[in-house]
Nanobody
Framework: VQLQASGGGLVQAGGSLRLSCAAS????????MGWIRQAPGKQRELVAAISRRDTNYADSLKGRFTIARDNAKNTVYLQMNNLKPEDTAVYYCAAMGTIYYNPDRVDYWGQGTQVTVSS
């Protein structure tokens, strides 16, 4: 599976962005898909993940971020609203076995897309 993330950019605080991650391969629907971000000087952290039936969000992001997937298009999305400067990070999409992020158990990583939120 190859993952191609897009949709990042520069946005002012309070703005919105939608990230997309397009996957190749026929097994997309069998994976839980996640968005993981890494801010400068920090470890990667789960933003949100989605399986066929369940979702999992970082507690601090609930209500602002929404993850969705379209298995027909092999694509997972991350809608980010009311963005804050602390959301600035590289956002990676990942194919995982479950919606519970374990960096040692990610099957595939996308290349990352930069999100920068100005104050």
């Amino acid at each position: 599976v190859q993952l191609q993330a897009s949709g990042g950019g520069l946005v002012q605080a309070g703005g919105s962005l939608r990230l997309s991650c397009a996957a190749s391969g026929r097994t997309f629907s069998s994976y839980a898909m996640g968005w993981i971000r890494q801010a400068p000087g920090k470890q990667r952290e789960l933003v949100a993940a989605i399986s066929r039936r369940d979702t999992n969000y970082a507690d601090s992001l609930k209500g602002r971020f929404t993850i969705a997937r379209d298995n027909a298009k092999n694509t997972v999305y991350l809608q980010m609203n009311n963005l804050k400067p602390e959301d600035t990070a590289v956002y990676y999409c990942a194919a995982m076995g479950t919606i519970y992020y374990n960096p040692d158990r990610v099957d595939y990583w996308g290349q990352g897309t930069q999100v920068t939120v100005s104050s």
